[in-house]
Protein backbone atom coordinates (compact mmCIF):
# COMPACT_ATOMS: atom_id res chain seq x y z
CA UNK A 1 0.00 0.00 0.00
CA UNK A 2 1.34 3.46 -0.85
CA UNK A 3 0.28 6.59 0.25
CA UNK A 4 0.28 8.84 -2.89
CA UNK A 5 0.20 12.62 -2.59
CA UNK A 6 -1.19 15.02 -5.93
CA UNK A 7 -0.05 18.44 -6.14
CA UNK A 8 -1.63 21.30 -8.52
CA UNK A 9 -0.63 25.23 -7.99
CA UNK A 10 -2.87 27.49 -10.15
CA UNK A 11 -2.24 31.38 -10.53
CA UNK A 12 -4.59 34.16 -11.00
CA UNK A 13 -2.46 37.40 -10.87
CA UNK A 14 -1.20 38.00 -7.42
CA UNK A 15 -3.13 34.69 -6.03
CA UNK A 16 -2.19 31.09 -6.39
CA UNK A 17 -4.75 28.55 -5.44
CA UNK A 18 -2.97 25.10 -4.19
CA UNK A 19 -4.79 21.65 -3.95
CA UNK A 20 -3.12 18.94 -2.90
CA UNK A 21 -4.71 15.10 -2.71
CA UNK A 22 -2.93 12.56 -0.38
CA UNK A 23 -4.63 8.97 -0.07
CA UNK A 24 -3.33 7.60 3.20
CA UNK A 25 -3.01 4.20 4.70
CA UNK A 26 -4.36 5.30 7.69
CA UNK A 27 -8.22 5.68 9.68
CA UNK A 28 -9.33 9.05 9.12
CA UNK A 29 -8.61 9.38 13.75
CA UNK A 30 -4.78 8.83 13.16
CA UNK A 31 -4.80 11.84 10.11
CA UNK A 32 -7.00 14.05 12.32
CA UNK A 33 -4.63 13.37 15.76
CA UNK A 34 -1.61 14.09 12.74
CA UNK A 35 -2.89 17.50 11.50
CA UNK A 36 -5.03 19.03 14.61
CA UNK A 37 -1.83 17.99 17.09
CA UNK A 38 -0.51 22.15 16.84
CA UNK A 39 2.46 21.13 19.17
CA UNK A 40 4.10 18.98 17.47
CA UNK A 41 4.00 20.61 14.06
CA UNK A 42 7.68 21.94 15.10
CA UNK A 43 8.76 18.48 15.37
CA UNK A 44 8.05 16.93 11.42
CA UNK A 45 6.65 20.37 9.75
CA UNK A 46 9.57 21.86 7.43
CA UNK A 47 8.96 25.35 7.69
CA UNK A 48 7.73 25.70 11.25
CA UNK A 49 10.16 26.16 14.64
CA UNK A 50 7.69 26.80 16.70
CA UNK A 51 3.72 26.40 17.10
CA UNK A 52 1.17 27.25 19.89
CA UNK A 53 -2.23 27.10 20.55
CA UNK A 54 -3.21 30.52 22.67
CA UNK A 55 -6.69 29.95 22.45
CA UNK A 56 -9.27 26.77 22.37
CA UNK A 57 -12.77 26.78 22.56
CA UNK A 58 -14.68 23.70 22.12
CA UNK A 59 -17.71 23.77 20.37
CA UNK A 60 -19.46 19.88 21.08
CA UNK A 61 -19.47 17.02 19.22
CA UNK A 62 -15.47 17.20 19.07
CA UNK A 63 -15.43 20.81 17.16
CA UNK A 64 -13.71 23.79 18.19
CA UNK A 65 -12.11 26.83 17.77
CA UNK A 66 -8.67 27.76 17.98
CA UNK A 67 -6.31 30.69 17.95
CA UNK A 68 -2.52 29.53 16.84
CA UNK A 69 0.78 31.27 16.48
CA UNK A 70 3.01 29.55 14.07
CA UNK A 71 6.80 30.90 13.59
CA UNK A 72 8.82 29.43 10.80
CA UNK A 73 9.85 30.15 7.29
CA UNK A 74 9.42 30.02 3.43
CA UNK A 75 11.75 28.59 1.48
CA UNK A 76 12.70 28.56 -1.92
CA UNK A 77 16.07 27.37 -3.34
CA UNK A 78 18.58 29.16 -1.21
CA UNK A 79 16.05 31.90 0.20
CA UNK A 80 13.99 32.01 3.13
CA UNK A 81 12.23 34.34 4.77
CA UNK A 82 11.14 34.06 8.03
CA UNK A 83 7.77 34.30 9.35
CA UNK A 84 4.94 34.65 12.06
CA UNK A 85 1.50 34.10 11.25
CA UNK A 86 -1.37 34.25 13.83
CA UNK A 87 -4.58 31.77 12.78
CA UNK A 88 -7.72 31.70 13.72
CA UNK A 89 -8.29 28.07 13.15
CA UNK A 90 -12.59 26.38 13.21
CA UNK A 91 -12.38 22.36 13.54
CA UNK A 92 -15.20 20.26 12.30
CA UNK A 93 -14.22 16.77 13.94
CA UNK A 94 -12.49 14.58 11.50
CA UNK A 95 -14.42 16.33 8.65
CA UNK A 96 -12.68 19.52 8.14
CA UNK A 97 -9.86 22.47 9.83
CA UNK A 98 -9.65 25.61 8.42
CA UNK A 99 -6.61 27.91 8.76
CA UNK A 100 -7.35 31.94 8.19
CA UNK A 101 -4.23 33.82 8.70
CA UNK A 102 -5.49 37.17 11.03
CA UNK A 103 -1.72 38.91 11.25
CA UNK A 104 1.34 38.31 9.24
CA UNK A 105 5.20 39.21 10.20
CA UNK A 106 7.84 38.43 7.31
CA UNK A 107 10.21 40.02 8.80
CA UNK A 108 11.07 43.96 8.64
CA UNK A 109 10.49 44.63 5.21
CA UNK A 110 7.40 42.99 4.46
CA UNK A 111 5.75 43.28 7.61
CA UNK A 112 2.22 43.20 6.77
CA UNK A 113 2.82 44.23 3.36
CA UNK A 114 3.19 41.19 1.45
CA UNK A 115 0.49 38.90 1.75
CA UNK A 116 -3.00 40.13 1.60
CA UNK A 117 -4.91 36.44 2.20
CA UNK A 118 -4.00 33.07 3.32
CA UNK A 119 -6.48 30.49 4.07
CA UNK A 120 -5.96 26.74 4.31
CA UNK A 121 -7.93 23.57 4.75
CA UNK A 122 -8.18 20.42 5.30
CA UNK A 123 -11.11 17.88 4.13
CA UNK A 124 -10.83 14.28 5.25
CA UNK A 125 -13.09 11.30 3.44
CA UNK A 126 -13.25 7.68 4.61
CA UNK A 127 -12.13 5.74 2.01
CA UNK A 128 -13.60 1.79 1.28
CA UNK A 129 -11.40 -0.24 3.40
CA UNK A 130 -8.93 -2.36 1.38
CA UNK A 131 -7.89 -5.47 2.68
CA UNK A 132 -7.69 -5.27 6.18
CA UNK A 133 -6.45 -1.56 6.03
CA UNK A 134 -8.49 1.23 6.17
CA UNK A 135 -7.45 4.45 3.55
CA UNK A 136 -8.47 8.07 4.32
CA UNK A 137 -8.40 10.54 1.54
CA UNK A 138 -6.96 13.94 2.67
CA UNK A 139 -7.63 17.07 1.09
CA UNK A 140 -5.67 19.92 1.15
CA UNK A 141 -6.45 23.30 -0.64
CA UNK A 142 -4.66 26.79 0.19
CA UNK A 143 -5.32 30.22 -1.15
CA UNK A 144 -2.58 32.82 -1.13
CA UNK A 145 -3.37 35.79 -2.02
CA UNK A 146 0.31 37.95 -2.37
CA UNK A 147 0.32 42.00 -2.69
CA UNK A 148 3.09 42.04 -5.12
CA UNK A 149 3.95 39.43 -7.48
CA UNK A 150 6.81 37.41 -7.76
CA UNK A 151 8.54 36.66 -11.25
CA UNK A 152 6.22 34.53 -13.20
CA UNK A 153 7.23 30.96 -13.17
CA UNK A 154 8.95 31.58 -9.31
CA UNK A 155 5.42 31.49 -7.55
CA UNK A 156 3.89 28.38 -8.40
CA UNK A 157 7.52 26.43 -8.14
CA UNK A 158 7.88 27.65 -4.67
CA UNK A 159 4.64 27.30 -3.25
CA UNK A 160 4.39 23.91 -5.00
CA UNK A 161 7.63 22.88 -3.49
CA UNK A 162 6.99 23.95 -0.27
CA UNK A 163 3.57 22.05 -0.30
CA UNK A 164 4.56 19.11 -1.46
CA UNK A 165 7.56 18.84 1.25
CA UNK A 166 4.98 19.78 4.13
CA UNK A 167 2.76 17.22 2.92
CA UNK A 168 5.43 14.64 2.69
CA UNK A 169 6.03 14.97 6.21
CA UNK A 170 1.91 14.83 6.98
CA UNK A 171 1.98 11.42 5.43
CA UNK A 172 5.21 10.27 7.01
CA UNK A 173 3.69 11.16 10.32
CA UNK A 174 0.67 9.86 9.46
CA UNK A 175 2.52 6.63 8.51
CA UNK A 176 4.77 6.95 11.78
CA UNK A 177 1.19 6.91 14.01
CA UNK A 178 -0.23 4.29 12.18
CA UNK A 179 2.03 1.89 12.63
CA UNK A 180 4.11 2.59 9.49
CA UNK A 181 7.24 4.18 10.00
CA UNK A 182 9.02 3.04 7.09
CA UNK A 183 6.12 4.06 4.33
CA UNK A 184 7.22 6.98 1.88
CA UNK A 185 4.86 8.61 -0.16
CA UNK A 186 4.63 8.83 -4.01
CA UNK A 187 4.29 12.33 -5.35
CA UNK A 188 2.23 12.54 -8.25
Known amino acids: MTDEVKV ?3 RSGRTFEAEA ?5 ADAQTIWDTITDYDALARYMPGIHH ?3 SERNPRGNGDEHLVVEQHGEFRFMMFA ?3 KVLLNIENRHLQTSVAKAVRF ?3 SI ?3 RAIDVF ?9 PVEGSSPRTHLVYTAIIGLRLPPPPAVGNVAIRQNL ?3 LEAVAKEVAHRAGRPGAKPKIV
Open 164 to 166: VAQ
Open 119 to 127: EGTYALTKL
Open 105 to 107: DLG
Open 81 to 83: QTM
Open 110 to 112: FTR
Open 8 to 10: EVR
Open 51 to 53: CHV
Open 21 to 25: VLDLG
